[in-house]
Nanobody, 116 residues
Framework: QVQLVESGGGLVQAGGSLILSCAASGSIFSTMGWYRQAPGKQRELVAAITSGGNTNYADSVKGRFTTSRDNAKNMVYLQMNSLKPEDTAVYYC????????????WGQGTQVTVSS
């Protein structure tokens, strides 16, 4: 059974930093990433990273957020710096199954709130 468990969300002032972690288990994963969903908005991609370390970021977070992963531990991270109130959202970890292509999974989400 595949599980993704996020941690590290919370409340932070604008300009502050947070790091999110996602522990994945139950398979081997290719691309892993982070999405977010703010109230009344669609879920959007924040950052993604392949098993080889290639990354992709939303324009709104480039230069402020960094994603990384530890393949041996099946962990993916999101370092968020210079946070803005508009970064407030529920952040979700996503992972694509390398053993079963076409399958992907979601974590339960973690709330990030940035106060102005």
């Amino acid at each position: 059974q595949v599980q993704l468990v996020e941690s590290g969300g919370g409340l932070v002032q604008a300009g502050g930093s947070l790091i999110l972690s996602c522990a994945a288990s139950g398979s081997i994963f290719s691309t892993m990433g982070w999405y977010r969903q703010a109230p009344g908005k669609q879920r959007e991609l924040v950052a993604a990273i392949t098993s080889g370390g290639n990354t992709n970021y939303a324009d709104s977070v480039k230069g402020r957020f960094t994603t990384s992963r530890d393949n041996a531990k099946n962990m993916v991270y999101l370092q968020m710096n210079s946070l803005k109130p508009e970064d407030t959202a529920v952040y979700y970890c996503n992972a694509h199954d390398r053993i079963r292509p076409g399958y992907d999974y979601w974590g339960q989400g973690t709330q990030v709130t940035v106060s102005s």
